[in-house]
Antibody, heavy 124, light 111 residues
Framework: EVQLLESGGGLVQPGGSLRLSCAAS????????ISWVRQPPGKGLEWVSG????????YYADSVKGRFTISRDTSKNTLYLQMRSLRVDDTAVYYC??????????????????WGQGTTVTVS | QSVLTQPPSVSGAPGQRVTISCTGS?????????VHWYQQLPGTAPKLLIY???NRPSGVPDRFSGSKSDTSASLAISGLQAGDEADYYC???????????FGGGTKLTVL
């Protein structure tokens, strides 16, 4: 079964740091763009960051550029999101989601067909 | 303020048909980028509902359909059921932002 499982969320003070993990299983980790998408309480979805299947390309929303870093450990089939200089408006449920289409060398807006259950980050 | 504009809410009676619009611009939908739709039931992760403008993943009923034209897209839901009550989001790509974009979401209420 194709699965994504997030962890690492929690309560952190403004200015603090947190690292989220997204453990993947059931598919070839290196073949798909995987993104982080967040949802503030009571609000809509916001794409945060993505990494190409090869790991060679990373992408960030302007709202997190310079503060968040996406990375991965292929030996563990795990994607990470290192979050620094956290702000109150970073409070959200953070989901990881994989692209539906394999083999993309860059972020092109493919549909995301598998989502994790989310992990909650509270900055307060 | 989302780059893709959706109505905040729509409603319909059981059995009726509703449509949800998603309006973009020349740097996203109008540039030819595909539109995808997600359904988010309360307290759950989003679920892919329509991909590449009008295609349904396996398991999604044919009551759900999508279309795209010029700088906008639409999701239609026919034969409304109580279980369709959810938030619906459109998604595309924006070349000016060099990133994935979502609509603000539409809450569907089945009366």
């Amino acid at each position: 079964e194709v699965q994504l499982l997030e962890s690492g969320g929690g309560l952190v003070q403004p200015g603090g740091s947190l690292r989220l993990s997204c453990a993947a299983s059931g598919f070839t980790f290196n073949s798909f763009v995987i993104s982080w998408v967040r949802q503030p309480p009571g609000k809509g979805l916001e794409w945060v960051s993505g990494m190409s299947g090869s790991g060679g390309r990373t992408y960030y929303a302007d709202s997190v550029k310079g503060r968040f870093t996406i990375s991965r450990d292929t030996s563990k089939n795990t994607l990470y999101l290192q979050m620094r200089s956290l702000r109150v408006d970073d409070t959200a449920v953070y989901y990881c989601a994989k692209d539906q289409v394999p083999g993309a060398v860059s972020l092109v807006g493919h549909a995301m067909d598998v989502w994790g259950q989310g992990t909650t980050v509270t900055v307060s | 303020q989302s780059v893709l504009t959706q109505p905040p809410s729509v409603s319909g009676a059981p059995g009726q048909r509703v449509t949800i619009s998603c309006t973009g611009s020349s740097s996203n939908i109008g540039a030819g980028y595909d539109v995808h739709w997600y359904q988010q039931l309360p307290g759950t992760a989003p679920k892919l509902l329509i991909y590449v403008n009008s295609n349904r993943p396996s398991g999604v009923p044919d009551r759900f359909s999508g279309s795209k034209s010029d700088t906008s897209a639409s999701l239609a839901i026919s034969g409304l059921q109580a279980g369709d009550e959810a938030d619906y989001y459109c998604q595309s790509y924006d070349s000016s932002l060099s990133g994935v974009i979502f609509g603000g979401g539409t809450k569907l209420t089945v009366l």
